[in-house]
């Protein structure tokens, strides 16, 4: 017995069992594009509540409270429960029948389930038992496992949709989504350690938001939630509505994630190595150029694909660099709750992507003003991190007062 506990506690086994995690959940929710036209079939469900719906979703995704509770009451237990709470939800989508049940179901509950079970918990898990030296190659793996789960879950959800229609679909996704049940064995179960000072939440985000380089971050992370959100949620209709066959926008979008594999262990291995801000600076302007190519380039099945792998390279590699620039800047005593609110300004970007973009689609019949927006922001982001001050700053329950 006292074997396996050494074993189960092993960094090793922590970083492998959150990247199973991650996998698992993140591939769940980039997959939920392909179900966008199918439901607007069957239950005439335009794509702005679609939209609205993964929008929802994503805003309670960010809310900071799972990295909080994680910090306070060890994350096995919060990935337990939202990986239960997720499969519920999913077997729930299979009698959902119009856009209130959507709301709730695929927007609230499958959103309550996510924050529990990606990034925020997982790597604030990780943070703890992995050297701070390591930390963003760790942080890496568990990122480019959580994209293989794009890779690997949209082509399977695509045959489910295909082969047994979308009831099927959600409920064979649910079965998929209880892996997490048992990989959340080796999450530690105990609470964080005592690096630095204890504070309560409130002087903790006061102290931590008087550091400026953190609220750039903040806003820096926004763009990426509203790039990820809108490409997941839209891209796969996009190329739909532009002719080309539906298996090629799947694989499109599987594409990215097979990618972002290598493009997240690449980026995590540069954090690691050179100055982060630096890192996120140049990423966002690579994702800019990439973008403007696809504009810009007649669309065909080739660009299509290539666009799927090119923009995969960068698509969650800026998890791995955002998160250990977090650390660095506080430690990991509250790398939970610090990057939970950082993950925030990534989802209320998320929220714009995915239901903005179907409004402006359903006002005008096109994409093409949002994917110059997402250019501009991509320029702006690339700006914002070169510019942000990575200084580590102390956690103290003086400063906090100072700071009330």
Same mark, same amino acid.
């Given at each position: /017995?006292?074997?396996?506990?050494?074993?189960?506690?092993?960094?090793?086994?922590?970083?492998?069992?959150?990247?199973?995690?991650?996998?698992?959940?993140?591939?769940?929710?980039?997959?939920?594009?392909?179900?966008?036209?199918?439901?607007?079939?069957?239950?005439?469900?335009?794509?702005?509540?679609?939209?609205?719906?993964?929008?929802?979703?994503?805003?309670?995704?960010?809310?900071?409270?799972?990295? *909080?509770?994680?910090?306070?009451?060890?994350?096995?237990?919060?990935?337990?429960?939202?990986?239960?709470?997720?499969?519920?939800?999913?077997?729930?989508?299979?009698?959902?029948?119009?856009?209130?049940?959507?709301?709730?179901?695929?927007? %609230?509950?499958?959103?309550?389930?996510?924050?529990?079970?990606?990034?925020?918990?997982?790597?604030?898990?990780? !943070?703890?038992? %992995?050297?701070?030296?390591?930390?963003?190659?760790?942080?890496?793996? %568990?990122?480019?496992?959580?994209?293989?789960?794009?890779?690997? /879950?949209?082509?399977?959800?695509?045959?489910?949709?295909?082969?047994?229609?979308?009831?099927?679909?959600?409920?064979?996704?649910?079965?998929?989504?209880?892996?997490?049940?048992?990989?959340?064995?080796?999450?530690?179960?105990?609470?964080?350690?005592?690096?630095?000072?204890?504070?309560?939440?409130?002087?903790?985000?006061?102290?931590?938001?008087?550091?400026?380089?953190?609220?750039?971050?903040?806003?820096?992370?926004?763009?990426?939630?509203?790039?990820?959100?809108?490409?997941?949620?839209?891209?796969?209709? *996009?190329?739909?509505? /532009? !002719?080309?066959?539906?298996?090629?926008?799947?694989?499109?979008?599987?594409?990215?994630?097979?990618?972002?594999?290598?493009?997240?262990?690449?980026?995590?291995?540069?954090?690691?190595? *050179?100055?982060?801000?630096?890192?996120?600076?140049?990423?966002?302007?690579?994702?800019?150029?990439?973008?403007?190519?696809?504009?810009?380039?007649?669309?065909?099945?080739?660009?299509?694909?290539?666009?799927?792998?090119?923009?995969?390279?960068?698509?969650?590699?800026?998890?791995?660099?955002?998160?250990?620039?977090?650390?660095?800047?506080?430690?990991?005593?509250?790398?939970?709750?610090?990057?939970?609110?950082?993950?925030?300004?990534?989802?209320?970007?998320?929220?714009?992507?995915?239901?903005?973009?179907?409004?402006?689609?359903?006002?005008?019949?096109?994409?093409?003003?949002?994917?110059?927006?997402?250019?501009?922001?991509? %320029?702006?982001?690339?700006?914002?991190?070169?510019?942000?001050?990575?200084?580590?700053?102390?956690?103290?329950?003086?400063?906090?007062?100072?700071?009330?």
């Amino acid at each position: /017995m006292a074997t396996w506990q050494n074993w189960h506690r092993h960094p090793a086994a922590v970083v492998i069992a959150g990247g199973l995690i991650v996998l698992v959940s993140t591939g769940l929710r980039q997959s939920y594009g392909i179900f966008m036209q199918p439901l607007g079939c069957v239950l005439g469900i335009d794509r702005e509540m679609f939209g609205l719906a993964i929008g929802v979703q994503n805003l309670v995704l960010g809310l900071p409270l799972a990295g *909080y509770l994680a910090d306070r009451f060890a994350p096995r237990r919060v990935v337990f429960i939202g990986a239960l709470l997720y499969v519920c939800a999913l077997f729930l989508m299979t009698e959902v029948h119009g856009t209130p049940g959507l709301l709730l179901i695929l927007g %609230v509950l499958t959103g309550l389930a996510q924050s529990a079970t990606t990034y925020v918990v997982v790597l604030g898990a990780i !943070g703890r038992v %992995v050297d701070p030296s390591r930390r963003s190659t760790a942080f890496g793996i %568990v990122t480019g496992l959580g994209s293989f789960g794009l890779f690997l /879950m949209v082509p399977l959800a695509n045959h489910w949709l295909v082969s047994g229609g979308w009831n099927w679909a959600f409920e064979a996704l649910a079965w998929t989504a209880s892996i997490m049940l048992f990989a959340s064995v080796f999450m530690p179960d105990a609470t964080a350690s005592h690096e630095g000072a204890s504070l309560t939440l409130v002087p903790l985000l006061r102290t931590a938001g008087q550091h400026r380089g953190y609220v750039m971050l903040v806003v820096g992370f926004f763009v990426c939630g509203f790039h990820v959100a809108f490409i997941a949620t839209h891209l796969p209709a *996009y190329l739909v509505d /532009m !002719g080309l066959e539906r298996d090629i926008a799947a694989n499109a979008l599987a594409l990215i994630g097979l990618f972002n594999v290598l493009g997240s262990l690449l980026f995590g291995w540069l954090g690691d190595r *050179y100055r982060k801000t630096h890192v996120l600076a140049g990423l966002y302007a690579v994702r800019a150029a990439i973008i403007t190519g696809f504009v810009l380039i007649p669309l065909s099945p080739s660009s299509a694909m290539l666009f799927g792998a090119l923009i995969g390279l960068v698509w969650l590699a800026t998890v791995p660099v955002t998160s250990g620039l977090v650390g660095q800047l506080f430690g990991s005593r509250y790398l939970g709750t610090l990057y939970g609110v950082v993950f925030l300004g990534h989802q209320l970007g998320a929220f714009l992507g995915a239901w903005w973009a179907g409004r402006v689609f359903d006002a005008s019949a096109s994409y093409a003003l949002v994917w110059w927006v997402a250019i501009a922001l991509s %320029v702006s982001a690339a700006v914002i991190h070169w510019l942000i001050d990575d200084r580590r700053v102390e956690l103290s329950q003086s400063a906090a007062v100072r700071s009330a």
